[in-house]
């Protein structure tokens, strides 16, 4: 048996734009993190994923019940127990505090923030928009300025 390969080469794939993501979405939110709390939520699965509970602030799109929601839970995989630790690229580490703008998609009962990091924007203290870098924490500040412009710009007046 013979098998050929080609060189290796590295490649770099952009994140879609940000309009893109929200008409994806099934509900755009902004909140911040109230609690985190790693755990190993399938019997048998020696998985760590962390539990992680947002206050919500404002919901810009989505069903109607998120209107009347005062809190969101999402389920992300990684985390960190007291024996066991799992690091998951592309997923962003969030901690108590974090403003954040989710794009979120719903998978049964569930919701979580498109691929991960793609739908999970962080908001600084001046309201401006990052993204999370390889390790999970916010590194790259997008165009878009702040949540009223997304808001505005992408969703439209309501």
């Known amino acids: 048996m013979v098998v050929a390969a080609a060189p290796g080469r590295a490649m770099t794939v952009d994140p879609a734009p940000l309009e893109v993501l929200v008409n ?7 909140g ?8 190993l939520p399938f019997p048998g699965r020696h998985e760590v994923w962390t539990r992680v509970t947002v206050a919500l602030d404002d919901v810009a799109s989505g069903p109607r019940e998120l209107a009347f929601t005062a809190t969101l839970e999402l ?4 985390g960190e127990t ?3 630790g799992t690091r998951v690229p592309g997923v962003p580490v969030l ?3 974090d403003t954040l703008v989710l794009l979120l998609t719903r998978r049964g009962a569930v919701w979580q923030p498109i691929g991960y990091s793609l739908g999970t ?8 928009l990052w993204r999370a870098g390889v390790r999970g924490r916010p590194t790259t500040r997008l165009p878009v300025a702040r949540w009223e412009t997304l808001s505005a710009e992408v969703l439209g007046p309501p």
Do not use: I
Request: hydrophobic share 50%; no cysteine; charged share 25%.
């Open 24 to 30: 994806e979405a099934d509900a755009v939110v902004r």
């Open 82 to 84: 007291a024996d066991l």
């Open 75 to 78: 389920l992300l995989p990684g």
């Open 121 to 128: 924007l962080f908001v600084d203290e001046v309201g401006r």
């Open 95 to 97: 901690v108590p505090g």
């Open 32 to 39: 911040v993190v109230t609690a985190t709390r790693a755990e």
